[in-house]
């Protein structure tokens, strides 16, 4: 099977009705992003950052996975399928795809705000007080802003190795994820997937189909499955 590696954002969950990170002004729900997704924010106020990430994750059980992330499933059945997200829900899982990266952590774990290798399965709010195992407070198990990304390194593999590689739903305006297209090799297939114009030079390589992720997943699906 040729390997179709597949990096998706923010725009294949809004369609899903997830608030996309930032629309333009910096702001999510009023907030400074540096207050709820930074150190900074957490050392300042944890109490706002918790009920920040408690109201998504108590959307994310009222939302389902589109089109989009039922087609990326479906190419399994062509393709080594690997997904590497930028989104902390679980529709990919919940849609049926099998191999998936969350390079920006996942908002149904927790973890020790000490140590983020104890993880913890998280479906309800996280609430002050409540500790992991070494007597720290739980964390959302996401990677912040000023952060490491610990994945980058299995992500990069994954790019390196792709037969064909798709951006799906993102800007590419948050690194190091968008320097991924940078480790793709001379001979992959390029495909990019967004509406929007986002300025990043993708060079003359690349298939670009300005069209939602549902309505492009739509009509890309059966020449993909061609290029099986």
Known sequence: MKKLTILTGAGISAESGIQT???GNGLWENHNVTDVASPEGWRKDRALVLEFYN???RQLHEVEPNDAHRLLAELEKYFEVHIITQNIDD???RAGSSNILHLHGELFKSCSCNNKNLIYDQKEDIKIGEKAEDGAQL???IVWFGEEVPL???AAKQAKEADIFMVIGT?????PAAGLIHDIKDDCLLIVINPNETGFGYGQRAVVMKETATKGMKLL???LVNLA
């Open 171 to 175: 800007s590419l305006q948050v690194y």
């Open 55 to 57: 109201q998504r994750r």
């Open 139 to 141: 964390r959302p198990f």
């Open 21 to 23: 990170f930032r629309d």
């Open 152 to 154: 980058m390194k299995e």
């Open 221 to 223: 699906f059966d020449k």
């Open 91 to 93: 529709l990919h899982e």
